[in-house]
């Protein structure tokens, strides 16, 4: 059996030494198209700090890691498959054949379609290359506008801070991680941010970047601003990388369909990571969840079944719970499922800015389904434990309509159920 890994990424590396330990003998090829050994993008920030060099983003740590668990490691770009004849083609004009195929690319960043997006001093914050590229524009001093504060543009705003930049952030939406905190939360995390010395716009875009005898670039804002930087940092988004799969029978919406055991709409094809879409632990509804831990978790799954699993013994996973656990600037807030309720459900909300903690609950019945919190650092982990296991609240719902906070005291107790 032969199995191909497209993505070497957490997804790619996981999966491959999931396959080497489930089925030892057969030949697993690893496929990146990134000059660097597997890396975790996750690592970029601190790396952007100073506090790890290029090495510290390794995935494994030993020269010869992959090479010990013959696992074969292959550069390029996967850019067609051909699912009746197993075949993919590469970059180079190469095909390889597969008995079974794991689709683990991932995303990439979006450039919006803004003139002058295309300058050097123009970055997205994705790969170790960008990692580069930043570091050489944002020395102490320099001004830096990011386009985006979303999940990746809060992750990165710290880092920027360290290496001594004037940081501008500007952002389409009323606050702060828009897609992922309610309006109480984004917001504290906006005056939050703007305490720490970042100067903060929100429901602003980029309409247009030129070259000036004053700076770098000249951005033009759509509230009417121009502002001089050195560095645009594009953080707007990301789209599954999924081009080479158009014109298979796989389906694609946003990413790649998944079904439970993590295989496509083409049997002996499977995804994992950022760019597979997965039935959500509520709803079914295909879900990208773009975080490390999923795509590790779906690695495994996908890997396992690739190896033989079938039937009654395949590996399935729960279903996917949207978890985004944030470090903006030192404020930490985290959010999980449906964190902006569902229809016909209740919610609670209680915010204590001065001490930057805040809290939101929502119900459907008595099962919580969502939660956002800031500040909130002990015991988050109880949050994730009730709503990923759908915990029956009983008499707890209305404790905690009433005291929000008491959430981890509510997880003790619904594990006793009779208490
Ligand atoms: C700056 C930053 C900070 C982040 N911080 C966090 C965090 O704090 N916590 C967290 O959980 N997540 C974080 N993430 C997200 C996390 O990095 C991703 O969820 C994770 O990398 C997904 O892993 P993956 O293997 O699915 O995809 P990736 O890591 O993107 O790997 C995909 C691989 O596929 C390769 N590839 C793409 N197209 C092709 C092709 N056609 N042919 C062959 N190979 C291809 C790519 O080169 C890449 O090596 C962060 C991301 C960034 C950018």
Not at 34 to 44: G, Q, V
Request: charged residues 20%; hydrophobic residues 45%.
């Amino acid at each position: 059996m032969k199995h191909i890994i497209l993505g070497n990424g957490p997804a790619g590396v996981v999966a491959a030494e999931t396959l080497r330990r489930a089925a030892p003998g057969d030949d697993i090829l690893l496929v990146g198209n990134e000059a660097e050994p597997p890396y975790s993008r996750m690592a970029i920030p601190y790396l952007l700090e100073g506090n790890i060099d290029e090495s510290g983003t390794y995935l494994r740590k030993s020269a010869d890691h992959f090479d010990s668990l013959h696992i074969s490691q292959y550069r390029g770009r996967a850019v067609a498959l051909n699912t009746d004849k197993k075949t993919v083609l590469f970059d180079d004009g190469h095909f390889e054949d597969y008995d079974r195929l794991l689709i683990a690319t991932g995303s990439h960043p979006v450039r919006p379609p803004i003139p002058g997006i295309d300058l050097p001093e123009v970055q997205t914050c994705w790969t170790l290359s960008d990692a580069r590229a930043i570091a050489q524009l944002a020395k102490p001093g320099s001004r830096v506008l990011q386009l985006g504060a979303g999940f990746i543009g809060c992750i990165i705003m710290e880092a920027l801070a360290k290496r001594g930049a004037q940081l501008t952030v500007v952002e389409v939406g009323d606050r702060l991680v828009p897609r992922m905190m309610t309006p109480e939360a984004g917001g504290m995390i906006k005056r939050w941010v703007e305490k720490q010395g970042v100067r903060v716009l929100t429901r602003a875009g980029v309409e247009f970047i030129s070259r000036s005898e004053s700076a770098p670039l000249t951005v033009a804002l759509s509230n009417g601003e121009k502002l001089d930087c050195d560095l645009l940092i594009v953080a707007a988004g990301v789209a599954p990388n999924v081009a080479f799969l158009e014109g298979t029978t796989v389906h694609v919406a946003k990413g790649v369909l998944v079904d439970d055991t993590m295989q496509t709409s083409v049997p002996g094809v499977y995804a994992a990571g950022d760019v597979a879409e997965a039935p959500d632990l509520f709803s079914g509804r295909h879900l990208v969840a773009a975080i490390q831990p999923n795509a590790a978790d779906q690695a495994r799954v996908a890997a396992l079944n690739m190896a033989g699993g079938a039937g009654k013994s395949a590996a399935r996973m729960k279903g996917v719970l949207a978890i985004n656990v944030l470090d903006s600037m030192g404020m930490i807030s985290s959010s999980f499922g449906e964190w902006q309720g569902v229809p016909g459900g209740d919610g609670v909300e209680q915010a204590d800015e001065a001490n930057g903690r805040y809290i939101s609950l929502q119900f459907n019945g008595d099962v919580l389904v969502g939660a956002t919190s800031v500040g909130l650092t002990e015991h988050v982990g109880a949050l994730r434990g009730l709503i990923q296991g759908k915990m029956k609240l009983g008499v707890w719902k209305q404790k905690l309509l009433e005291t929000p906070t008491r959430f981890a005291e509510a997880f003790i107790a619904c594990q006793r159920p009779n208490s």
